[in-house]
């Protein structure tokens, strides 16, 4: 059974200490309390009651800092090593922020655990010669007020709906992170919640995101292919990726790890009516990127032979790799992609 993982927002909370709270690294793991705390740009500390439930947890993680690579337990043992990630130097003033707040709370948690320039690591895609910053806008803000002329930064992927986001920024005069505006806790959860919620009702035809608890209902309504607290365990995990089309759910992806570390595409579902549009590819595109970001370097999936799904993976790449033959069903054929 997939762990219950969820991570922990508050900042005060005395299962945790204060720098893994003001990192969000504190985590919930089946109910016990877990820490991932950051020691330096590239590796980080994992704790926990049960080390079989280390990798699902580092998994959760990286999806927030994708820069992080190298993970120890608590004695020092490498726990899981991924291929390095490319970090260099990016001045504050060629950073296009994607975000037009910063919430003065959390911005004076941060302020407490940073040590210098190397403690600031974000998310970048390149953009005309800068960078747009997909994440860790908070982190910029607190650079400014140390007097940081420049940050570390990584290349992360494209999410396709920041060019919105970045268009009304700057809009607004938000081109650098010194123009980004401060309020308060309460109202940054007005201001920015307001925006996200109007900008995606209008452009969500044909959005990929994962699912959320308020999307828990439907789903399980929907896929009968799963229990629904399984269902609900893996939506924790962000192991279900949904897309909506004409102003609600059109299909979703749910996957898990096949032996523990490679990840698997169980179900691909587009409802009828909405097929004939791309949105299958579109989710399995967004799948294939994540799972690169997180690490892996090949996935896998299978279908029936007696299916057509069968031609839709071989157009996106996907080779046979091996078949099971159970009594009285068709032969189940297994499909591998490189990423």
Not at 6 to 30: I, M, P, T, W
Not at 33 to 50: C, L, N, Q, T
Not at 167 to 177: L, N, Q, S, V
Request: glycine share 8%; proline share 4%.
């Amino acid at each position: 059974m997939e762990a219950d993982i969820q991570r922990v927002n508050a900042y005060d909370d005395e299962r945790f200490s204060k720098n893994v709270l003001y990192q969000h690294g504190a985590f919930l793991v089946n109910g016990k309390p877990y820490e991932v705390e950051v020691i330096d740009k590239r590796s980080a500390v994992v704790r926990g009651e049960d080390a079989s439930l280390y990798p699902e947890l580092i998994d959760m993680f990286r999806f927030y800092a994708g820069h992080v690579t190298r993970f120890f337990d608590g004695s020092g043992a490498l726990v899981r090593d991924f291929p390095p990630v490319d970090i260099f130097k990016v001045e504050l003033e060629k950073i296009q922020p994607s975000q037009f707040y910063v919430d003065e709370d959390k911005l004076a948690a941060v302020n407490t655990f940073l040590r210098g320039p190397d403690d600031i690591v974000i998310p970048v895609i390149p953009d005309d010669g800068g960078y747009i910053s997909l994440d860790g806008h908070t982190r910029l803000a607190a650079a400014i007020d140390l007097g940081y002329k420049e940050v570390c930064a990584f290349i992360e992927e494209d999410a396709g709906y920041i060019h919105g986001f970045v268009a009304e920024a700057r809009k607004r005069g938000i081109c650098t992170p010194y123009d980004m505006e401060r309020v308060t806790h309460k109202e940054y959860d007005v201001l920015w919640n307001k925006f996200c919620d109007d900008y995606f009702s209008r452009e969500g035809d044909g959005m990929v995101r994962y699912a959320a608890e308020s999307d828990f209902e439907e789903l399980a309504r929907l896929d009968c292919h799963i229990f629904p607290e399984e269902l609900r365990n893996a939506i924790h995990l962000r192991r279900v990726p949904i897309i909506e089309n004409g102003g609600g759910l059109a299909g979703w992806l749910r996957y898990n790890l096949f032996w523990g570390n490679i990840p698997f595409m169980n179900r691909l579902y587009v409802l009828e009516g909405k097929r004939g549009q791309g949105l299958g590819g579109k989710l399995v595109e967004f799948w294939e990127a994540e799972m690169k970001r997180l690490g892996y370097d090949q996935v896998l999936t299978s279908t029936l032979s007696s299916e057509q799904a069968q031609f839709f993976y071989r157009k996106h790449g996907y080779v046979d790799c091996g078949s099971l033959l159970l009594p009285g069903e068709p032969l189940e054929i297994f499909l591998r992609k490189s990423l």
